[in-house]
């Protein structure tokens, strides 16, 4: 438990819902209770129809430092405590799965350090839109680890084999103005403006056709993996769907009609 605090607090706002990450002493270090509840919580929020947009944020000055190392260090003496990999198989793995395939957008609010899986859960979002303080550690080599949860895989194709090898062979700390600069994050914003921003930027997408977002969002995530050819019929495929929507009607409508179209996800 998390001394009586919800180690994830969730607040909607219209069709946006932010999960809040809250174990500040700690810097938002995962123990089991943090991980399992913002696991849950991803996976509800991916099930929910009333929520159109997906917000990662964090209390206090860090997004989340990775792993709680004063856990793996009480597994180390436990010899019924599952090994690494299985506690990623039971609890990282699905989450960053759910956030992958979840067919809505996902924006990462990161403040101060993501560090370790903390900072594969940014990367797991869609987008990144972080405040000056932020900087993203693979910090994983510190401790003698491989980057897991995901940033083997979506941290080269943001950035680049070269830099990504080098994140996680060194362990450095990339601060947010590099970090725009090699494209691992969409946006910096001042700290004080970084939850206003967030939110902006989420209500945004949540009136937007967010269908037509789930089904690009599916699009790209399929691309990292696949030949043009199947690529372009996969493309034909997903829009033979998005062309069914009621806000492909809308919006071609309104367009015609001249004014402001009003989607509905549907
Ligand atoms: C922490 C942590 C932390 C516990 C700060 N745990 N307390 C691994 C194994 C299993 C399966 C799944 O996958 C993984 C993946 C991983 O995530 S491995 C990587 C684990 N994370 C790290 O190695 C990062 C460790 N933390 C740090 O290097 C620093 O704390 C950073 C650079 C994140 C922040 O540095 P500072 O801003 O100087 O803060 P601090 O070090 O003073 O931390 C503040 C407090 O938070 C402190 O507690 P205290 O009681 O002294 O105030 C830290 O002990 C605690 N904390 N990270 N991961």
Same mark, same amino acid.
């Given at each position: 438990m998390n001394d009586g605090q919800q180690s994830v607090l969730v607040e909607n706002e219209g069709a946006v819902r932010t999960l809040r990450m809250n174990r500040?002493? !700690?810097?938002?270090?995962?123990n089991d209770d943090l991980l399992s509840s913002l696991a849950g919580e991803v996976k509800a929020a991916a099930k929910?129809?009333? !929520?159109r947009c997906l917000v990662i944020a964090a209390a206090g000055r860090a997004f989340c430092a990775g792993q709680d190392l004063d856990t793996v260090k009480a597994r180390m003496s436990d010899p019924q405590a599952p090994d690494l990999g299985k506690h990623l198989r039971n609890l990282y793995n699905p989450m960053i799965l759910n956030l992958r395939s979840m067919e809505k957008p996902v924006i990462a609010a990161v403040n101060g350090v993501a560090a370790g899986a903390g900072c594969s859960l940014a990367l797991a979002c869609d987008l990144r839109i972080v405040g000056t303080s932020a900087s993203f550690i693979e910090a994983f080599i510190n401790v003698g680890l491989v980057p897991d949860s995901g940033s083997t895989f979506v941290l080269p194709r943001l950035v680049g084999m070269a830099r990504a090898m080098e994140m996680a062979f060194t362990g450095r700390k990339v601060a947010a103005d590099e970090a725009l600069s090699i494209g691992l994050v969409n946006r910096v914003v001042a700290d004080d403006d970084l939850s206003a921003e967030a939110m902006k930027l989420a209500q945004k997408l949540a009136n937007m056709p967010t269908r037509g977002i789930g089904l690009t969002k599916r699009a790209f995530n399929r691309a990292w993996t696949a030949e043009l050819d199947d690529q372009l019929e996969y493309e034909a495929f997903l829009q033979t769907t998005a062309g069914q929507t009621q806000d492909h009607i809308e919006g071609v409508t309104a367009f015609l009609e001249k004014r402001k179209p009003v989607f509905t996800g549907r």
């Open positions: 500040p002493d !700690v810097l938002n270090a995962f929910d129809d009333s !929520v």
